[in-house]
């Protein structure tokens, strides 16, 4: 919710990004694409006709800012609502309040922020309110909605996508925030034209980046009568840390996954490492690359090392505890484990094989034999009739059959030569042998 200044409020303080937020749509930056003149959500906005919607796009957009702009002109209470640090009792009570508002007349704008970060009984928690318009939902996220948000969350709202903003908007944000009283205190800033170009360039799309280096950039300049001159070392020092492409929203994020996992597969610890660091460094969630590892462990590692998955369950167990930045070593101890490791896929193989048989033999009854029999009914059908129990045969082993009969001569896991799976290849030919021999 909105927080209103009191007398030991520091307006200095706050992020620059805040003390000069857009207050109207002509005052907004970019996305002219969706709030231009005669566009649809300008028009949805003007005539206070705004419903439910998800503003998906990459961040320091204004996606959190259009949210507040909307409340602002639709006379609306606004309240701010984090999917990081709320769960279902803040939305029940938060629910209530916009009950409450509506019996009163009041419309409430409820803006979740990182809305894909909810699971999925929270997300149910809005849609019967969304339902009954006790609120009108605005929720912003960095991630492809089709992917993170609940089917039938979804449908009661409408996307609108949110593009980064060019250099040329960034420079336009820069120059008109240098010229805002809110902005320095009117202080009189100097900085080259080239400078904010380079600013521009930097950020990347990101307005809230663009203001973080120009602010940093202010307040490492020393002042002089008034005016403080900023220099291009300073510039460059407060860019010292640089952004790293990474799309977490779209094509580029697919690209770098599949980049990992197949410098591990290919069993290259040193590309593997890098595109880690790529994620990483990029803003990506550590759990959702050790999820990727663990999967990585059994689809192409497999019984060639069954450490492997331990290794990965492990490395996703350290994510969760250390969160980053302290967990990219875990993940680079994972990372380079997997990628060394001997290689087999024959695990992946096998369920694919076994899925097809599946699909095409629903119909296939449990062998008698295998089946339970706990009633006499069962028991008088053949449930359990000439079932063999290993532990009473020499060497555990039968050549009882446990297949549908269509699929009795089946195979669907084919060891390798790799690692440990040769061990696994010798132990199955020896229990085949065995089997041969019981069946004589």
């Known amino acids: 919710m ?48 705004v419903t439910s919607m998800i503003f998906w796009g990459p961040p320091g957009v204004g996606k959190t800012t259009l949210a507040m702009i909307i409340a602002k002109m639709t006379k609306a209470k606004f309240i701010n609502f984090s999917a990081v640090m709320s769960g279902i009792k803040e939305i029940k009570e938060v629910m209530n309040k916009a009950s409450e508002n509506r019996k009163m ?76 009283s809110r902005a320095f205190s009117n202080k009189e800033i100097k900085i080259e034209d080239a400078l904010l170009s380079n600013i521009a360039e930097f950020s990347n799309g990101d307005a809230r980046t663009a203001l973080n280096i120009l602010e940093m950039s202010v307040t ?52 593997a490492i890098y595109w880690l660091a790529r994620m990483l460094e990029g803003g990506e ?22 450490r492997a998955m331990e290794i990965a369950i492990a490395a996703y167990q350290a994510s969760h505890y250390n969160g980053m930045p302290e967990c990219n070593v875990n993940l680079t101890q994972a990372v380079v484990y997997l990628s060394v490791a001997p290689k087999s896929n024959a695990l992946y193989k096998a369920y694919d094989k076994a899925r097809e048989d599946a699909l095409n033999t629903l119909s296939e009854g449990v062998p008698l034999q295998i ?18 129990y290993a532990h009473n045969y020499e060497n555990k082993v039968t050549n009882m059959t446990c297949l549908p009969d269509k699929l009795k001569d089946s195979v669907y896991y084919e060891p390798t030569e790799q690692g440990l799976e040769k061990k696994f290849k010798d132990r199955i030919k020896y229990i085949k042998n065995l089997k041969e021999k019981n069946g004589k």
Do not use: W
């Open 2 to 49: 909105m927080q209103s200044n009191s007398l030991f409020y520091n307006y200095e303080q706050t992020p620059l990004a805040d003390r000069v937020r857009p207050r109207n749509l002509d005052e907004f930056m970019g996305q002219k694409h969706i709030i231009g003149e005669g566009k649809v959500l300008r028009k949805l906005i003007e005539t206070d006709k």
């Open 105 to 180: 007349g009041i419309k409430t704008v409820l803006f979740v922020d990182e809305i894909h970060r909810f699971n999925k009984a929270q997300q149910d928690a809005f849609l019967p309110h969304v339902e009954r318009g006790n609120i009108i939902l605005i929720g912003a996220t960095t991630e492809n909605p089709s992917f993170e948000i609940n089917s039938a969350l979804l449908s009661r709202c409408r996307v609108f996508v949110l593009n980064a903003l060019t250099e040329d908007d960034i420079k336009q944000l820069l120059k008109q925030v240098l010229n805002d």
């Open 220 to 271: 490492s300049s020393h002042e002089n009568e008034g005016v403080i001159n900023i220099s291009k070392s300073t510039v460059l020092e407060c860019m010292q840390r640089k952004t790293l492409l990474y799309d977490k929203n779209g094509e580029e994020h697919y690209n770098i996954i599949s980049a990992l996992h197949k410098s591990m597969r290919n069993s290259d610890p040193d590309a």
């Open 285 to 306: 969630n550590p759990l959702y690359i050790a999820r990727r590892l663990i999967r990585f462990a059994s689809e192409d590692i497999g019984l060639a090392d069954p």
């Open 371 to 388: 089946r339970n029999a706990p009633t006499k009914l069962m028991d008088d059908l053949g449930y359990g009739k000439n079932y063999q």
